[in-house]
């Protein structure tokens, strides 16, 4: 087994147990970020807004040592840190400042993830708002503009719809 590393890591935790997780970290005073999204639950009765987490059963973990790293393991609800063969997933700083960077953009909406390698449209360059030099692929669905980040430690898509008018010509 692979010798644990500093910097962020992947923390794989029970369904639905995402929030208590990240909580009993900061209790801990262990660094964690849970990436979580606004989406308006559909309900027969009612309508209600919701926090859902943008990667579902993931928690961030940022390793300062490797005590931090089994401390983590003992939070109740965490499972395991992904691995992809013998190597623990470990995402750049740069790409958790992309998640944080996308799920705080006012005018994105209808946030998915996805494990797939899409091929399929143009490469571009976001020029205004927020989000202004990113290079995103695009891909048209239903008429609408989707954009796709790929985190490429995470082997994870991130789609969000953004205006037409935000990319490069």
Not at 37 to 48: C, G, L, M, N, P
Not at 54 to 63: A, G, H, R, T
Not at 90 to 115: C, M, Q, S
Request: glycine share 4%; hydrophobic share 35%; charged share 25%.
């Amino acid at each position: 087994m692979k010798t644990t590393s500093i910097g962020w890591h992947v923390l794989y935790v029970k369904s639905r147990h995402e929030r208590k997780v990240h909580d009993a970290l900061k209790e801990l005073s262990i660094d964690a970020f849970l990436p979580t999204v606004t989406e308006q639950s559909k309900r027969v009765d009612r309508k209600t807004i919701i926090q859902k987490p943008l990667f579902p059963s993931y928690v961030f973990v940022n390793i300062s040592s490797s005590m931090d790293f089994y401390k983590t393991l003992s939070v109740n609800g965490a499972c395991a840190y992904i691995r992809f063969g013998t190597e623990y997933a470990t995402v750049r700083d740069v790409e958790i400042k992309k998640i944080k960077l996308l799920i705080g953009a006012n005018d994105l909406t209808e946030f998915e993830t996805d494990a797939d390698h899409l091929k399929v449209g143009d490469i571009k360059k976001i020029s205004y708002g927020s989000l202004s030099g990113l290079e995103c692929e695009i891909l048209n669905v239903n008429n609408t503009n989707k954009v796709i980040i790929r985190i490429n430690s995470l082997q994870q898509n991130i789609k969000a719809t953004i205006p037409s008018y935000y990319f490069e010509n």
